[in-house]
């Protein structure tokens, strides 16, 4: 019920910032779980960052690789995701992937029922 189109990524320096956006098309986002995976070269995809929406506001969800650097938000009008990257490591370098689903807050890769493409952030030294 949900299609996701990803944007955003491409090589920044060490120390740099990107931008993603997930811009999302079915139901609004507000309704789902949204996340934020990614997956280097030889790894497990990894979950970044999570969010969802209730009457009580939104909740998050990060990876204590990411606190403090990275933030996930939403704009429920433009039914878009952001994942706003800040002070970039060459280790954040991978596949970043949004993904939804509909219910709580969940970490594995496994639960999650839509995905986004893929954008590839390389981060060099």
């Known amino acids: 019920q949900v299609q996701l189109v990803e944007s955003g990524g491409g090589l920044v320096q060490a120390g740099g910032s990107l931008r993603l956006s997930c811009a999302a098309s079915?139901?609004?986002?507000?309704?789902?779980?949204m996340g934020w995976f990614r997956q280097a070269p030889g790894k497990e995809r990894e979950l970044v960052a999570a969010?969802?929406?209730?009457?009580?506001?939104?909740?998050?969800l990060y990876a204590d690789s990411v606190k403090g650097r990275f933030t996930i938000s939403r704009d429920n009008a433009k039914n878009t995701v952001y994942l706003q990257m800040n002070r970039l490591k060459p280790e954040d370098t991978a596949v970043y992937y949004c993904?939804?689903?509909?219910?709580?807050?969940?970490?594995?890769?496994?639960?999650?029922?839509?995905w986004g493409q893929g954008t590839q952030v390389t981060v060099s030294s």
């Open positions: 079915g139901r609004t986002v507000s309704t789902y779980v």
């Open positions: 993904a939804a689903v509909y219910g709580t807050i969940r970490t594995h890769e496994y639960e999650y029922d839509y």
């Open positions: 969010s969802n929406w209730n009457w009580s506001g939104m909740n998050t």
